[in-house]
């Protein structure tokens, strides 16, 4: 193996049951498909990652920890090759928070879910996102997660770290259905070209490059495919 993507799904802001095996994966089964199909011939592997628990849990931030422990899985398992993590709504938070675990090359987080600021409380996290290739992909009218708040942390997130984009999709809610192949298309576009360093196509070239916060709400347009993109 040349190369894997954790898929890290959703999750509960404060659970201790543990996830179902099928309703939990359900939201990256398609992500994990499209991307190991797109590095097939680089050997790229994609492994969905099983929570001990549903929750963040506060302090706890069990489900980080779980995408940390993957991340060390598969360095023991295929030896010192890339790693992307790629997580859905919480799971797009503990791919953020565990992406400065030192195989980590980017991190994908579709519509992640982000606590409320707080001025009495810190704020997420952002310097362990350094030396990383990010991708932030939110809908507009997410009604589970401000998407202004994913958009205030791929700002501080950018000040610290050039290769940082966000895309919005107009209108779309929290699951991003509405434009699901587009999204689909946009992590393959980005994954390959972070994991393997295949060129990325110009809204992706554009999005990085643009200072915020041009790149940091990059419309995301209807049809894009990373050969038309």
Known sequence: MSGVVLLLPGGDEVSSRRPSPLLATASVRALGRRLARAGREEGFAAHVVHYRCRGW????????????WAADEAVRRYGDVPVCLAGVGMGGRAALHAGGHEAVNSVVALAPWLPEEDVAAPPEPVRQLVGRQVLIVHGT?????????????????????????????????????????????????????????????????????????????????????????
């Open 57 to 68: 849990n506060g302090s706890e931030a069990n489900l980080a920890r779980d995408a940390a």
């Open 141 to 229: 009218n997410d009604g589970r997660t401000d998407p202004e708040l994913s958009f205030r942390l791929a700002a501080r997130a950018k000040k610290a770290n050039r290769d940082v984009c966000r895309f919005e999709v107009h209108a779309d809610g929290h699951g991003l259905h509405q434009y699901r192949d587009e999204v689909l298309a946009l992590a393959e576009d980005f994954v390959m070209g972070a994991v393997f360093g295949r060129p990325v196509s110009r809204p992706v070239r554009d999005a990085l490059a643009a200072p915020p916060p041009l790149g940091l709400r990059m419309p995301l347009a209807a049809g894009f495919s990373p050969s038309r993109g």
